[in-house]
């Protein structure tokens, strides 16, 4: 008996099966409707010149950008255990094939350890070879081999010009290998560095660059490197259409001697400054001297530094506000103009003494 239910059941869903085909169909002829068919992909036609240019320029640049994580080491408060917490992520590229990594200071600034993630997806642990956090600039260096480093090919700043097209890559909010497309907007603007000294002759660009692009490159459309982007303007913290890369002349001068010292070498003057900030607040116009290397060219030209007078007090010496034809507002500056400079050169020193201007000649000594 159960059998025979059984097989009725079995029938009676058939039967509604059945009946549920039957009535679908016939209810599809009296509306005239039918199954809708898969459209067929309509062919393109071949990519223009211009995008052409572009898809290759990506293919050919992006094996040199690198990821790169920072991480900071944190004692847990309660089990004073060590721990890694992330400090922060960014881009770089590979400056030869030693295994140099290029990025922002800013990117690995107050990290403990870093590592870098190769285009293949490989990571290497990064240590630090040197940096100029008063051009925002750091160099990493990884033990890979040959075979997977692709270094950039370097183009120049110098030859730029507003409307040109440029193309940054990167890794924004953490999406690696992101093209962004645009134009140089400007030219010789200037930012603040980390330490609060001036970059200048920054490329102004409105490829779009987030956070994350920091220390990747700025690309002409010949694929060479014009600059390392590295800040934007924008109330959010978003793209607002308005970057900065630090042009490529610059990182050209920097990192062979990041490499070569671990820092920008310059030719000294033999004077030490007071520092900018005080001197901006005491509203004093120049590079105020507060100590002068014995047998320096400053010693021997008589540059005075800061003393104190017959009562005790400290008194400003001289102030040094231009060397040559350039007018110098700050110790920051000084520095700035000096790289143009080389050991052994004289130049024509401005100072303020006692509300005076006076002059005096003297010799850079030794870079440092």
Not at 110 to 139: C, H, I, M, N, Q
Not at 282 to 305: C, L, N
């Amino acid at each position: 008996m159960t059998i025979h239910r059984g097989i009725f059941g079995a029938l009676l869903i058939s039967s509604f099966a059945a009946g549920v085909a039957v009535s679908t169909i016939a209810s599809s002829q009296q509306t005239g409707r039918s199954e809708p068919a898969v459209r067929t992909v309509a062919p393109r036609a071949d990519l223009t010149a211009a995008e052409k240019s572009v898809t290759q320029l990506f293919e050919e640049a992006s094996p040199a950008v690198v990821y790169i994580t920072s991480v900071a080491l944190r004692r847990d408060f309660f089990r004073f255990n060590v721990m890694e917490i992330p400090q922060g992520t960014g881009s770089g590229f590979v400056w030869d094939d030693h295994g140099n990594i290029v990025t922002n200071f800013h990117v690995i600034r107050d990290a403990d350890r870093a590592e870098v993630t190769l285009a293949d997806g490989s990571t290497w642990p990064a240590s630090l070879v040197g940096y100029a956090e008063e051009k925002d600039l750091a160099v990493l260096h990884i033990e890979a081999p040959r075979s997977q480093l692709h270094p950039v090919t370097l183009g120049n700043s110098s030859e730029l010009k507003v409307g040109q097209t440029v193309l940054a890559i990167g890794n924004p909010f953490g999406y690696d290998q992101t093209l962004t497309t645009g134009i140089v907007s400007a030219l010789g603007r200037e930012i603040e560095s980390p330490d609060g000294v001036p970059i200048r002759n920054v490329i102004q660009t409105d490829a779009a660059i987030n956070p994350g692009n920091s220390g990747g490159p700025l690309l002409d459309s010949a694929g060479r490197l014009i600059g390392v982007n590295t800040a934007i303007v924008s109330p959010s913290g978003g793209y607002a259409g308005v970057g900065f890369a630090i042009p490529v002349d610059t990182v050209n001068w920097v990192v062979p001697q990041l490499i070569a010292h671990g820092k920008v070498l310059r030719p000294t003057l033999g004077i030490e400054f007071a520092s900018d900030h005080i001197v901006r607040r005491s509203g004093i116009d120049g590079a105020v001297v507060i100590a002068v290397v014995d047998g320096s060219g400053a010693d021997k030209a008589g540059i005075r530094p800061v003393y104190r007078d017959r009562r005790g007090r400290v008194t400003v010496g001289d102030v040094i506000v231009g060397i040559d034809d350039a007018p110098v507002h700050s110790s920051g500056e000084l520095g700035l103009i000096l790289e143009g400079y080389q050991e052994g050169d004289a130049v024509t020193v401005t100072i303020n003494r006692d509300g005076q201007e006076k002059k005096a000649r003297l010799k850079l000594g030794a870079a440092r």
